[in-house]
């Protein structure tokens, strides 16, 4: 950073400035507090050829795994050492709680030390083929990784995809979100602290229209990771097809938990609070749908109403229940989807307005019964504080229902029987199915969608194998001499 809280690139192991500069504004206030570097064209070819170079000069993939793990422990190492004086700027920028960002740092430092363990464990296989041919496969770095990070996470969504390449010896270009960069440098300051070679890790500000545009078209990638939205990522699909370039796509969600009348209602609701009303509901995978059994509907729909007209709204700095959303543009699309549902005849049993007395882009925490899949309430992403409830009478209406959207990230299934739980794993269409708690699971398990939802793993040991080409070396033995 230089003075002002004005903030930079990091380019081939330096922090660079440019002539374009964008303003970053305070949700809980609408109030502008920094300003950023926007990374030029010309910016995005010289952080691509620096990771490049350093892909070339093999200071990553040539060295012993086990110091490229060491390396991975310094990273977590320095961001565990920063998380403290770093928590505070990401809630100014992003509008979470203090508690939530310092966490955002501290599940960043994890997935160092999660795919450090992994560094030297890349391992191949020998695959017979009888006693004249010996062959084996091993795993290649695939080279320089573009990396596209959305606002909600950024911390944690950008340490996700860092972690597992460098892990594989790869070089980073990132594209940071133009809503909230800041709190990104210090995990890159972090890198830099902990002695990255120059060129390994790069990070780009600007405006995804032009600076992540001009990094998903730039020739000389390799593989593009991408966290965001849905039409984001088909325009980044047409320029990765022009090169054939591997993507990883981490899109939108409309997930639903499917509520049976054997549930603890006690644990759905401390679920529906994390599912929905963290993070003021910005989360690709919250639980935006709920679907309940018809004999305790009327019982869920109060439980839910209550819980959510309890939640109070505030800053981030005084850890309220309920944060702002992102901007004034996400709180209108927010509103605008609220008076659809309503138009389109859901029942509204709280919210659905903005918050009185407070300035920034709040929307209170909403709920929509009675809703149908006819609605657009049933099938749009919203990412905003809003759930919208169900009524199903059978198994098989639940399943329906559950998959009768074009996402399929994640889904969930409340029940004491476990033998319909596992029927509802198998039935739900999503890459991570959740039993009695909403978000279960952690860095160790594999995350990603199907459909609209995206493709690819993120999390996990399989996610390493997405940073990786598989290579078969396959050796013909001379027969022995009579
Ligand atoms: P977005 O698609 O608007 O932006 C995401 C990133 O893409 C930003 O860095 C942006 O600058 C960049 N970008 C925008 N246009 C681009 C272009 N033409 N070329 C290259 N890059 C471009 O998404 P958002 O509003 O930041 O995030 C919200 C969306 O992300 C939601 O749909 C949410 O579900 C999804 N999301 C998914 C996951 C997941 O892991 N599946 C996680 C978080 C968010």
Redo the contacts with the bound molecule.
Sequence with gaps: MKPNNHWLNFINGQWCDSSEHTLISDPATGENFATIACASPEDIDSAVKAARECVESRSLSACRPAERAQMMLRIAQEIKAIAEQAAPLLVKENGKTLADAKEEFLIAARYFEYYAGMADKIEGKSIPLGDDYIDFTFYEPVGVSAQ??????PVD?CARSLAPALAAGNAVVI????LTPLAMTWLVTACQRANVPAGAVNLLNG???VA??A??EHPDINQIV?????P?GQ??LQSAAKYAVPSVM????KSAAVVFEDADIEQLIESVKWGIYFNAGQV?SAMSRILVQREIYSLVVERVTALAASLEAGSGMEQAALTPLISAQQQQQVLAMCDKAQAQGARLTTGGNTVAGLKGHFVEATVFADVTAEMEIFST?V?GPVVAITPFDSEEEAWQLANGTDFG?VAGVFTQDLSRAMRASRALQAGQVFVNEWYAGGIETPFG?IGL??FGR?KGQEALYSYVNTKNVAIRVAAAKA
């Excluded at 594209?175 to 133009?178: F, H, V």
């Design positions: 596209i990070v959305p606002w909600n996470f969504i594209k940071s979100p133009e405006k995804g229209s992540g545009a990094l998903v991408f966290t965001g939205s849905v984001t325009l980044i981490e899109l939108g969600g690709c992403e990412f990230l969608g939802s995206g993120e």
